[in-house]
């Protein structure tokens, strides 16, 4: 079945240095990811999506990297900003088909 | 432009009672997804409508179901509520039938008590 994995549940980072924030993927048929941010007390809000045609896309200070032959999703966020911490999880879908399935999250603490 | 409202905020509701949540997606959206979330099962889908049909259902009991209106608005409703109900519900919309795109609102957080 689908399944969505992170790799570290918590990642501290240092004001102004870059983070990168790992996801691994079980179905190999999924070719469709979204990765969402999530505050305290707020819901899941849209960073940035990519296709299974593309293995890069970039966003206002964030890059999601896509490796479709080991299944490893990657959010890289640049110069990290105190506004930035906060949870983040990936969630993958069958051409935006099937529901979206999300991994557990990660925890984003930036340290001023 | 307006996001994903959903109402109310926050509930609180004892054993036994049934509870409905509502969502009004952006406007043009016509597709409305809901989804738990609890601190050791994470998102969980529950169901999936566009244009008032049902399209997806996750694994839920039958005391979870939901329905969307002519106009996107879309409520679930909870019978029979259990301690383990108590969660936040989020609630997504996307603009076509696929799930791309897919913003969500700031929840209802639902406490049974």
């Known amino acids: 079945g689908e399944s969505v994995g992170l790799h570290l549940p918590t990642l501290s980072v240092q004001e102004g240095d870059n983070s990168i924030i790992n996801c691994a993927y079980s179905?190999?048929?999924?070719?469709?990811f979204i990765w969402y941010k999530q505050e305290s007390g707020k819901g899941p809000q849209f960073i940035i999506d990519?296709?299974?045609?593309?293995d890069k896309r970039q966003g206002q200070r964030v890059t999601v990297l896509l490796n479709k032959t080991v299944k490893h999703l990657s959010l890289q966020i640049a110069a990290t900003q105190p506004g930035d911490s906060a949870v983040y999880f990936c969630a993958e879908s069958l051409s935006g088909n099937t529901p979206l399935v999300f991994g557990k999250g990660t925890r984003l603490s930036v340290i001023a | 432009k307006a996001g994903v409202t959903q109402t109310p905020r926050y509930l609180i509701k004892t054993r036994g009672q049934q509870v409905t949540l509502s969502c009004s997606p952006i406007?043009?959206?016509?597709?409305v997804s809901w989804y738990q979330q609890t601190p050791g099962q994470g998102l969980q889908f529950l169901f999936e409508y566009f244009s008032e049909t049902q399209r997806n259902k996750g694994n839920f009991p039958g005391r979870f179901s939901g329905r969307q209106f002519s106009n996107s608005r879309s409520e679930m409703n909870v019978s029979t509520l259990e301690l383990g109900d108590s969660a936040l519900y989020l609630c997504a919309s996307s603009r076509g039938h696929q799930n791309t795109e897919a913003f969500f609102g700031q929840g209802t957080r639902l406490t049974v008590v």
């Open positions: 179905n190999s048929a999924s070719d469709y």
């Open positions: 990519i296709r299974s045609n593309m």
């Open positions: 406007s043009g959206h016509r597709s």
